[in-house]
């Protein structure tokens, strides 16, 4: 598995933005990334996942808001967080996967991010 550590996360007010980082601990070539959120009570939900030939996905709320890339050389990936809504508001995880969905990652401790007022 790959090891990954997130960072970025933080409190903004509506409309403001944030940028995650998920930092791997070895190489991310071969695999997908996404990010993904979750708030209490509820299940963890794809946000956004980056291919190895850089196609992307967007969960629909996000979709237009956000935007994730990656950095093989860095062994990293981004999460662009732009006009950001109160219902943003959990702990982004990064992860890796195979083409197929299949994790290649373990799941780090994740990063808040809290939007209000």
């Known amino acids: 598995q790959v090891q990954l550590v997130e960072t970025g996360g933080g409190l903004v007010q509506p409309g403001g933005s944030l940028s995650l980082t998920c930092v791997a601990l070895r190489s991310i070539v071969g695999v997908v990334m996404a990010w993904y959120r979750q708030v209490p009570g509820k299940q963890r939900e794809l946000v956004a996942r980056?291919?190895?030939?850089?196609?992307?996905d967007y969960l629909d709320s996000v979709q237009g808001r956000f935007t994730i890339d990656r950095d093989n050389a860095r062994r990293a990936s981004y999460l662009q967080m732009n006009n950001l809504r109160i219902e943003d508001t959990a702990v982004y995880y990064c992860?890796?996967?195979?083409?197929?969905?299949?994790?290649?990652?373990?799941w780090g401790q994740g990063t808040q991010v809290t939007v209000s007022e």
């Open positions: 980056i291919t190895r030939s850089g196609q992307t």
């Open positions: 992860n890796a996967e195979f083409d197929s969905g299949s994790s290649a990652g373990a």
